[in-house]
């Protein structure tokens, strides 16, 4: 294994005159990053008890926070990203499980909020001038790299940690995949910290000694990518599908003759709308990943081919393809046995790339990991929730959700933990939150009420104190019955059909 801290010291030494970052439009050498990193390890190191392993990032669009995410790597611990835009109540959850007793934070006026309420100490990065001589510590496949918080169905966040092995192994079957990165490659890097997509966009190029161009949050998100896509001739675009909905109707405009790599993953991709994209970039190769956090950010992947004619899609949706390198993946039934080709069942997969389990968190462990025999051996299976059918050449084809998990802007979310919420605010109404697809294909949440009376824009304007802006739902329809199943449950595919059809 060569272990992430390895890499970026191989990357610091080849190529310290290299650009690392273009954050706000001002460039930063790896030099630059370099120091700055052993600045913050040698104020974590006299902040941190050597039994910490856990450090929290409070995650801005700084150089800072980056170093920080590198500094911590180097010191042989593990990063808990935390969003300062996202409710105290959701980061007090994830400080609290994580047990987390310091975190590094750029913004402090920011994170005093987030975090120093939270009984967990802030280490300011701003005040990080001086650098010891910090080594990098020796680590081990097993230690992590990363914990990051997903969406659970209790109402509170579930942890997803990544090991070492899980990452240097994603690394390695990232640039074995048609993905891989070099230091004349400018890459975008679109994602909150606390998306595991970010991995992909930061940690792969600055280990390939690439240059990362930051987009900041606000309501200027799309142009800013629009504007870096287009003025700084970036070469390497990892995209979640939704930002084409939003570039769509400027597709005429727009020309990238050096995009030479465009990257998806997050959410399931249309195929109108990449076969619209290869004309904005001729000269890029697509590829639509797939892959849950569980797995280390990517785990299938399939080429698009504009040229071929004879690309895979089912219902519209390309294709996720077939296994990364060192990657397994089978499609099981209801008992968990393996079916045939071109019989529909749920994705699972196997690998070094999958987690060790869920953070303290056995019970769910227990129902979401298997042994199964494959190729001779017994492997350990993560069960993902997505339907798909493997095709006769061994490409997946998606076809859905075992339950009501969705995506939404890229981050995999839980319709129970909005419900969770949603149910302190309305009491004993009956309610129930659909997935809703817009004509141009941008995915929302519709919160039903049953014979509710009073002001649903005040009970989702509630919402966004308790969960984040991509959880909440885009409106409020009260009906005066919901309609039932067999069973006695709310019909949620009654209802999604209905408003399907007005949507017709």
């Not at 001002?26 to 050597?50: K, P």
């Not at 835009?85 to 750029?106: D, F, T």
């Not at 001779?376 to 997505?386: A, K, L, M, S, V």
Request: with cysteine; net charge negative.
């Amino acid at each position: 294994m060569i272990d992430i801290a390895e890499r970026i010291e191989r990357i610091f030494i080849a190529n310290a005159d290299r650009f690392s970052f273009n954050i706000s439009q001002t460039q930063y050498t790896y030099a630059q990053l370099q120091q700055r990193v052993l600045c913050i390890q040698t104020a974590l190191e006299r902040v941190a008890r050597a039994d910490e392993k856990l450090i929290g990032v409070v995650a801005v669009d700084h150089l800072d926070t980056y170093a920080a995410v590198l500094a911590i790597l180097r010191s042989g611990r593990a990063f808990v990203p935390l969003n300062p835009e996202h409710p105290p109540e959701r980061n007090a959850s994830i400080i609290r499980q994580a047990g987390l007793r310091n975190a590094i934070a750029v913004d402090m006026a920011t994170a005093l909020d987030q975090v120093t309420l939270q009984q967990c100490g802030l280490i300011p990065s701003a005040l990080a001038i001086d650098a010891d001589a910090v080594g990098r510590c020796a680590v081990n496949a097993s230690d992590l790299a990363y914990l990051l918080f997903t969406s659970g169905s209790t109402g509170e966040p579930k942890g997803v940690p990544i090991t070492r092995g899980n990452l240097a192994a994603f690394l390695d079957s990232l640039a074995e995949s048609n993905c891989a990165m070099y230091p004349t490659d400018r890459v975008l890097q679109m994602f909150d910290l606390t998306f595991d997509f970010s991995i992909a966009a930061y940690l792969a190029p600055l280990s390939n000694g690439a240059c990362v161009y930051t987009v900041g949050g606000g309501k200027a998100k799309y142009a800013e990518i629009y504007r870096l896509l287009s003025d700084e001739g970036l070469t390497v675009a990892p995209l979640v599908p939704s930002v084409l909905n939003y570039l769509k109707p400027y597709f005429d405009e727009i020309e990238l003759p050096e995009l030479r790599l465009s990257f998806f993953c997050g959410e399931a991709l249309l195929a109108d709308i990449v076969s619209a994209w290869t004309k904005c970039a001729p000269g890029s190769t697509i590829i639509n990943f797939y892959g849950p956090t569980e797995a280390t950010v990517f785990a299938t992947y399939y080429d698009w081919n504009e040229l071929a004619g004879c690309n895979k899609t089912l219902n519209g949706v390309v294709s996720i393809g077939q296994p990364m390198n060192g990657n397994y993946a089978i499609v099981v039934d209801d008992e968990l046995a393996p079916l045939d080709h071109g019989e529909k069942g749920e994705l699972c997969l196997a690998g070094p790339q999958l987690t060790p389990g869920y953070w303290q968190d056995p019970a769910r462990d227990q129902r979401t990991f298997f042994d199964s025999m494959i190729d001779g051996t017994i492997r350990r299976f993560y069960r993902t929730g997505d339907v798909v059918v493997q095709d006769d050449a061994g490409d997946l084809l998606f076809c859905g959700r075992v339950d009501h998990q969705i995506k939404l802007q890229g981050y995999r979310v839980e319709l129970g933990e909005i419900e969770h919420h949603v149910r302190h605010v309305l009491d004993d109404h009956a309610f129930v939150v659909v997935p809703h697809i817009s004509p141009q294909g941008a995915a929302s949440l519709i919160l039903v009420v049953e014979n509710y009376t009073g002001d649903l824009k005040k009970v989702i304007a509630s919402l966004r104190e308790h969960i984040p802006g991509y959880m909440v739902p885009a409106r409020g329809v009260s009906l005066t019955t919901l309609p039932l199943n067999a069973n006695g449950k709310i019909d949620r595919k009654s209802l999604q059909k209905q408003f399907e059809e007005q949507r017709g």
